[in-house]
């Protein structure tokens, strides 16, 4: 197995989860199959009990796995069904650890971080390498793996003890890293600064690990003259620090690490390019200019509860902009709180109230996604029931969809109590229930969520009719 490492410096969100799946995309252009590891270091188990505001979306794999909003990127961009275990968390090694000390596995030995931590962190990177993700049988050749974080971070400590093993245990031909840094530029200077890139690399190699590659972020291309310094300081050559730029979409970075040759860096690191092809991105191509080369735009009215964060609901504006792409039109996502939609709203700030409502009319279209919790609420409320009564076309995501429900159940029923048992557990007209499995107590790891086959007991009713074809 081949390793591709993605470890990040200076400052956290330089986009490293965009970068690894870029890099993925174009050894797959090369005729590799890839898969992808990423590393949070936090404690959480998982991502399914943090809040959007602070994380990001938390993203539903097939397996019901509840991960990092990377992993999607990872899945849009290479096309693989990715596994729960393909998202690392210090939780969940300190977990699988502590259980063994409590079996006794280690023979009475003193739990240490180095080497049981380390050695816990390497072999689940091996195992979970070679497992199938593109439908094949076989192991992918290259396993792109990202570090979360930024190198210096105390929660990533163990994690970079124990890629520096992985490193030295597979030997120099099957492992690559590439550091992805910032180059800010001062304004009252006007000069791309290198300085914090070099205190990074310095830091990276004194933990035991030397960049092979340097991923620069930077608003503007980089100068020569900032390449040469880089590659003095950082001793890593020219040809193999790549500029990672703005760009006016992320489907133009696989073309720009391309264009830039950074497939056959990486090969000759990792002893390929015997096996590999010249890139071939035409279909890639085609999908970044046609985005750019679009003119007629379509108005959609997002309407949720953690709209000050796009991030939470990166999934669903990835799947707007597929299907939006799809039908040659460029989406143009109007953010509403849910909030300033309700009555009290227009008492307490009348502006974002009466620009709340002018949004929503001036739409093409509303969506409501995803959600816990009964804020906000209410005003998704006048969102269904506005888009209904003025055949304006709605889709609900799961909360979404019970909040219709609730609605129509109200207003064209008139149950005028109806609700979900998770906002009123007293409600006469119980029109959403928890699921059975579900945990009144416990939260993480305790909704029904990923793929799966759904029973339909009676045969004769209309869910079942419009689903029999498929069934």
Not at 106 to 133: C, F, M
Request: glycine share 8%; aromatic share 6%; with cysteine.
């Amino acid at each position: 197995m081949k390793y591709v490492l993605i470890s990040g410096g200076v400052v956290s969100g330089l986009g490293k989860g965009v970068t690894a799946s870029s890099i993925g995309v174009v050894l797959k252009a090369c005729g590799l199959r890839v898969t992808s590891i990423k590393i949070d270091p936090y404690l959480n188990i998982d991502a399914g009990t943090m809040s959007p505001f602070e994380h990001g979306e938390v993203f539903v794999l097939d397996d019901g796995g509840e991960v990092d909003l990377d992993l999607g990127n990872y899945e849009r961009f290479l096309d693989v069904t990715l596994t729960k275990d393909n998202n690392i968390t210090t939780g969940k090694i300190y977990q699988s650890v502590l259980e063994k000390e409590r079996k006794g596995d280690y023979l009475g030995k003193t739990v240490q971080v180095v080497p049981h931590i380390t050695d816990a962190i390497r072999n689940w990177i091996e195992s979970v390498a070679v497992i199938p993700v593109d439908g094949n049988e076989d192991p992918a050749d290259v396993c792109v793996i990202e570090l979360g974080g930024t190198v210096g971070d105390i929660e990533s400590m163990p994690f970079i003890e124990a890629l520096r093993q992985l490193s030295f245990q597979v030997g120099p031909d099957n492992f690559c890293l590439i550091h992805v840094s910032l180059i800010p530029v001062l304004g009252v200077v006007g000069e791309q600064k290198t300085k914090p890139t070099q205190h990074s690399v310095r830091e990276l190699r004194a933990l035991g690990l030397t960049p092979h590659l340097l991923a620069s972020r930077s608003a503007e291309p980089l100068l020569d003259s900032t390449k040469e310094k880089l590659s003095q300081f950082c001793h890593v050559p020219v040809n193999n620090i790549l500029n990672i730029h703005d760009v006016p979409n992320i489907w133009h970075i696989p073309l720009l690490l391309r264009n830039q040759n950074a497939h056959h860096s990486i090969l000759q690191q990792l002893n390929l390019l015997s096996r590999a092809t010249p890139p071939d991105l035409r279909q890639w191509t085609d999908m970044a200019e046609s985005y750019d080369n679009l003119t007629e735009s379509v108005r959609i009215a997002m309407v949720g509860k953690y709209v000050g964060l796009t991030d939470s609901y990166l999934s669903v504006v990835k799947a707007l902009l597929h299907a939006c792409v799809a039908r040659s039109l460029r989406p143009s996502i109007d953010w509403i709180a849910a909030s300033d939609l309700e009555d009290d709203s227009a008492q307490s700030t009348p502006e974002a109230h009466a620009a709340a409502w002018k949004t929503l009319k001036s739409a093409a279209c509303v969506l409501v996604p995803g959600g816990f919790g009964d804020r906000g609420v209410r005003g998704m409320m006048l969102a269904a029931k506005y888009a209904r009564e003025n055949h304006v076309p709605y889709l609900g995501i799961c909360l979404g969809m019970q909040i219709s429900v609730i609605e129509f159940a109200r207003s064209v029923l008139g149950w005028e109590r109806a609700n979900s048992i998770e906002f009123d557990a007293q409600t006469p007209n119980p029109v959403v229930i928890f699921m059975p499995e579900g945990s009144r107590t416990h939260m993480g790891s305790t909704m029904r969520l990923g793929s799966r086959r759904t029973l339909l007991q009676t045969r004769d009713s209309i869910t079942s009719k419009l689903l029999q074809k498929k069934m």
